[in-house]
């Protein structure tokens, strides 16, 4: 059975930086294609950054120029590098497995706290 779980998050000022980690074991994680999502309170679940196994990542427009996704598959990591933190990004951040489409593969975790204060 697949885990993954987030870390990193934490309380940082608007401008300041965090790098989240998201930690998988129980898949082969190479060829799986992850993506870093995020909810706020009081809003729906989105979808923040994406990459493929194949190394091609996309980006939520909110986002672009700001934050960045890449993976290390021999420590079977995902990170999320997020600069320029402004207050709109406080949310819960979780990563998950997708397919080619897009679609989430696995079950959500807890996930991990980012909070920017102005």
């Known amino acids: 059975q697949v885990q993954l779980v987030e870390s990193g998050g934490g309380l940082v000022q608007a401008g300041g930086s965090l790098r989240l980690s998201c930690a998988a074991s129980?898949?082969?994680?190479?060829?799986?294609?992850m993506a870093w999502y995020r909810q706020a309170p009081g809003k729906q679940r989105e979808l923040v950054a994406r990459?493929?196994?194949?190394?091609?990542?996309n980006y939520a427009d909110s986002v672009k120029g700001r934050f960045t996704i890449s993976r290390d598959n021999a420590k079977k990591t995902v990170y999320l590098q997020m600069n320029s933190l402004k207050p709109e990004d406080t949310a819960v951040y979780y990563c998950?497995?997708?397919?080619?489409?897009?679609?989430?593969?696995?079950?959500w975790g807890q996930g991990t706290q980012v909070i920017v204060s102005s």
């Open positions: 998950n497995r997708i397919d080619l489409y897009g679609s989430v593969r696995g079950s």
């Open positions: 129980g898949s082969i994680f190479s060829i799986d294609h």
């Open positions: 990459i493929f196994a194949s190394g091609t990542t």
